[in-house]
C-alpha cells in the first residue's frame, strides 16, 4: 500500500505571519481526531392544518464544527510552552484558512476562531508531549475541494 503524506496548514494572514504547518512530526503532529464535522440544512417549511407532511420552501448549509486534535512537542518545558503558544495564536484568529492535502488531493475551508481544550498529564508533561483538542466552526462549503 502506497504511503500518503498528510500535510495540514493554517493561515496566519491576520498576524502577519507565514502559514503554520501543524503535521510536521517536529513541533505538531495530528492526533485521531481530525475532521468529520456534520453538514446539515437549516430549513425553512411550510405546513398546513390540513395536509400531511411539510413542504421545504428553503434551505441553506449551517455552519460545521469540525474536531482537529494536535499533539505538540518541545525538547524543552520552555519550547513546548511557545510551541503551543504559537498553536493556540493561529486557531484563535478571527478567520484563517485550514488546508489540508493528502497525497495530490487537496481542500481549504475558511474557519474562525476555535474552540479549544490542552490536554496536560504527568505522562505527557514528563514526554515533553501535550495535546490540544479544537472544535473549529468553519464554512459548510470548501474553499477548494469537493467538499
Keep these: 500500500m502506497p504511503d500518503l503524506g498528510l500535510d495540514v496548514s493554517v493561515s496566519r494572514a491576520l498576524l502577519g505571519l507565514a502559514d503554520l504547518a501543524i503535521n510536521d512530526h517536529l513541533a505538531y503532529y495530528l492526533s485521531p481526531q481530525f475532521l468529520g464535522g456534520q453538514v446539515t440544512w437549516n430549513r425553512q417549511q411550510a ?42 495564536a493561529a486557531f484563535v484568529q478571527d478567520s484563517f484558512h485550514l488546508a489540508v492535502a493528502i497525497g495530490a488531493q487537496s481542500w481549504e475551508y475558511l474557519c474562525e476562531a476555535a474552540d479549544y481544550q490542552v490536554a496536560w498529564s504527568g505522562p505527557r508533561f514528563i514526554a515533553r508531549q501535550l495535546q490540544v483538542l479544537f472544535g473549529v466552526p468553519r464554512q459548510p462549503v470548501p474553499v477548494a475541494g469537493a467538499f
Design 47 to 88: 405546513t398546513s392544518p390540513f395536509v400531511d407532511g411539510a413542504v421545504t420552501t428553503y434551505r441553506t448549509r449551517g455552519m460545521v464544527t469540525e474536531q482537529l486534535g494536535v499533539e505538540v512537542l518541545g525538547d524543552t518545558p520552555g519550547e513546548l510552552d511557545g510551541n503551543l503558544a504559537v498553536l493556540l
